[in-house]
């Protein structure tokens, strides 16, 4: 299974791996001693020859949220200088089980970066010879599982002795959940009419995206920019991820519709990333309206709980942004792992 191989090193270091779910204490691994000739490719179900140079020790707990286990781990580990080479590659299998496996890279200061992936699948890999690389890889939406979504976590080793390291995996999406939502429209014209809701949509969604380079994870490609764009979004596999009915009339008594969307992480909205929005559309007083509810820090493996109180007239587009005071949005962000399981049927 070895793919490609690289010179013969005579310092190398050893990697201890145990891998968990967050949700259960640290716990004690096998030490495995590291090979003396590293492949620059090898698999899980390879076993390595104990070498008895000198090496360094590393005891890395790789974690994931629960309700996410992944199928399998794809570890990387690369040089840090220069070109950022890659060093060495390993699919880890059985992440459930008992097993206990090991990793094994060249001596010196690494950068590590573990995704979830698929047992047995390391075709997309073939091509990868530097951190740049990798870097350019993207993640599209439409294969997102919401009970396996994709998992990302990077860290650098700087090579010094007897470390401990936790290498949290967290899925690249963020959650938006309408929580609950009502009308105070006091001292408006159109006090005590109802805003009748026809649907909720997220806007800059993202739909492909980079998890990894010197910039931090961000969105490529959007839907939903600015107007809704509703046969992009009805041709998604799960389309009420950006985009569900309304939840009907909406007065001054709260309703909590707990709606929730799914796209990918947008942190920087700068840098012509256009911000993601939650968009409520509708009628009020016999005028079509739309409430463009910004979100200018949206995390990946991030929750955000929205209770919202509407107190002015929308605007007229869900492109143009409403005065500031004519909604009150309180948020809430939470872990991803605090996120319930949730069915929809659109």
Known sequence: MTRRKTQGRTSPQKIHLSLQSSTHRYTSVALVTAVLQVPAFFSSCE??????????????????TKNT??????LFFFDTQGAQKLDTYQQLLDVQGDSRPYGV??????????LSGKAGYTDPWLDILNYGSLCKKT???????????????????????????????????AQIRVHSISCDFS???????????????????????????PEGGHPVSWIN???????????????????????????KVRRYPDRQFFCYANPRGQDGIPRTRLVLEGTL???????????????????YNFDITLRRMGSPDPDIPVSSDAVLVETQIIPWESREAYTVTF
């Not at 008895?52 to 994931?64: G, L, P, R």
């Not at 294969?143 to 990302?152: F, Q, S, Y």
Request: glycine share 10%.
């Open 47 to 64: 076993r390595a020859s104990v070498s008895t140079e000198a090496h360094t020790e590393t005891q890395i707990y790789i974690q994931w």
């Open 69 to 74: 286990t992944p199928d399998a781990i794809d």
């Open 105 to 114: 890279s060249g001596a010196g200061p690494k950068q590590l970066v573990a």
């Open 139 to 173: 993640y599209r939406l439409e294969d997102e599982d919401l009970d396996a979504p994709r998992l990302v976590a990077e860290t650098r080793l700087d090579g010094s002795a007897s470390r401990m390291v936790l290498l949290h995996m967290q899925p690249m999406l």
């Open 187 to 213: 001292g408006r014209p159109y006090d005590g009419k109802l805003f009748s809701n026809s649907a909720l949509f997220l806007s800059n969604a993202g739909t492909e995206y980079k998890p990894l380079g």
């Open 225 to 251: 920019a600015g107007a809704l764009d509703s046969l992009a979004s009805l041709a998604l596999p799960q389309p009420w991820m950006v985009l569900q009915e309304g939840v009907g009339d909406i007065g």
């Open 285 to 303: 007083d016999g005028q079509h309206c739309y409430y463009p509810l910004e979100i200018s820090h949206l995390e990946a493996g991030k929750v």
